[in-house]
């Protein structure tokens, strides 16, 4: 039974909603995983922020169109999901403009959208359907387990993950998800030639990345002479990224492919 709360005298009652009732009916969910979570450091936490109107309705509606929880549960066929496109799976995209900007800028690149912040899963699902972006898929969940248990060998054509979170507390490095058990796992779910293309504003992140990077031999440096890489043009500046330079950080991008082996 829903219980009733008045929220002034003169209001009427509104629905409180129960802990086991979705808070987007059809939208994600809070939890997909369920018992497939690991007792595992983690590299992403959870973030509750208000989610607008529009959000919110974009979640409802266009959730079952182009979302999909992370539940371990089932194998995903990207290339059925994005009608023969080449898929990039992008890790972490905040309020998804930049997102989007890029799935317009390349409409013949699908882009599998992974976050568990929910007002920008809903913000992305509406710029998608406002710009008619039918190339791109928001994902729910842990990124781990849809590379682990949910993705094919060797079905990706890149991989992104633009200004992780530096985690800059040296105790908390450990949650840093730029590390070379990360790389290994991501490596079986990308084609020869894929490329994994990093970004951060965080230097001594950038340091750590280019050495884990450079250190592991699923990957090799696309720049010659072994260092960063310039911002590729299709990298749109995003907020986050113009909040850093404002405050003098210096942003690094790096570009790893995974080698295409013998002629």
């Excluded at 799935?103 to 913000?123: E, K, S, W």
Aim: net charge neutral.
């Amino acid at each position: 039974m829903t219980e009733l709360r008045n929220l002034t005298p003169d209001s009427p009652p509104a629905p409180i909603r129960a802990k086991s009732e979705p808070r987007f009916p059809g939208g994600p969910v809070a939890d997909p995983a369920g018992s497939h979570h690991e007792r595992r450091i983690r590299s992403f936490q959870p973030r509750r922020s208000r989610v607008t109107a529009g959000q919110g309705d974009a979640l409802q509606r266009l959730w079952p169109v182009w979302g999909l929880d992370i539940d371990g549960q089932r194998v995903l066929d990207p290339n059925e999901m994005f009608g023969g496109l080449p898929v990039v799976l992008e890790i972490g995209f905040g309020m998804g403009e930049a997102t989007a900007q890029m799935a317009a800028a390349d409409p013949g690149t699908g882009i599998l959208a992974v976050d568990v912040h929910t007002p920008g899963q809903g913000n992305l699902l509406g710029l998608a359907e406002r710009n008619g972006l039918s190339n791109i898929r928001v994902a729910n969940g842990d990124a781990i387990i849809l590379l682990r248990e949910m993705l094919p060998p060797a079905s990706l054509d890149g991989l992104r993950v633009f200004f992780p979170d530096p985690w800059p507390k040296k105790r908390h490095h450990k949650r840093r998800l730029i590390q070379p058990e990360f790389l290994t796992l991501a490596a079986t779910c990308m084609k020869p030639g894929a490329v994994l293309h990093c970004a951060t504003d965080w230097e001594e992140y950038a340091e750590r990345m280019l050495e884990v990077l450079s250190a592991h031999p699923d990957f090799e440096n696309a720049q010659e002479d072994g260092g960063y890489a310039p911002r590729p043009a299709f990298r749109p500046l995003t907020r986050f990224e113009g909040q850093g330079l404002d405050k003098g950080h210096k942003v690094h991008d790096l570009l790893f492919r995974r080698p295409l082996g013998p002629a």
